[in-house]
Structures are given as C-alpha cells and as structure tokens.
C-alpha cells in the first residue's frame, strides 16, 4: 500500500488527521506508528480541537525533519514552507476552520470530511521527499 492510501485508511478508521499523515511517514523516522500517532495526536482538528493550523497540515509539518539533522533548521524550516505553500496553494488556506467552512459550502465528493486533505498533505509530503531524492 503506498503511504498516501495508508493515510487515507488511516483517517478514515479513525485517527485524526494529523495522525494519519505523520504515521504515514513515521517509519522514515524509525518511529512506529502507534507511537506516532501518540505524538501527533494533539494537533488534530486544527491543533487540540481549536480549529487552527490544519491537522493534515500539522502531520506534514511533523514529516519536514525526515532526513535532515537536528541541526539543519534553515532546510527543514524550508521545505516545511514549501509543504504548507503547496497545501495552502491547493486550498486557499491552512486554517481547520476556513478549510471546514469550504467544505460545507462545496462539499466532499464521497469522502468523510478531510480525507480530500489527508490525502493531499500526504501526497505533498511525497513529492517533496521524491524531489529532494532526485
């Protein structure tokens, strides 16, 4: 199973969205899943419930150390900001709440709520990692 599905089935068996993304990628890390979705498990519905930063977001965040040292804060910092640029390009913004209130207003074709941005954020994170492997 790729890591975007894996994702997805993840959402849609019940974790939140941050969980699904990060344990998505986890492995990369050498963190088990359950152990990720332990730490990734408060920013779901937009950090604690508050609707902020986008869970699916906030597990691509957690995903933008994956290779780098601890040390190299400018690239990680970067390529974070490339992952959020891409979401917030896909979907005209980062906010749980914003990103909710589109979805009523135009709403998920099939899908459970969010999965359309599990699934982004985890593809987002892909490409990134894909691009910076070629």
Do not use: W
């Amino acid at each position: 199973m790729d890591r975007i599905q894996k994702a997805v089935e993840l959402f849609e068996s019940g974790q939140s969205c941050s969980n699904a993304v990060f344990a998505a990628y986890s492995d990369l890390l050498g963190v088990e899943e359950t152990t990720a979705c332990q730490i990734a498990s408060g920013f779901g519905g937009g950090i604690g419930g508050r609707e902020e930063l986008c869970g699916a977001a906030s597990g691509m965040v957690l995903c933008g150390g994956i290779g780098y040292p601890v040390e190299d804060k400018a690239a990680v910092r970067a390529r974070v900001c490339r992952m959020l640029d891409a979401f917030e390009d896909r979907f005209g913004a980062l906010a749980c709440r914003e990103l909710k209130a589109a979805a009523k207003a135009s709403p998920c074709a099939g899908e459970k709520d969010c999965s359309r941005y599990v699934r982004a954020a985890a593809q987002i994170v892909g490409d990134v990692l894909s691009k910076e492997e070629a």
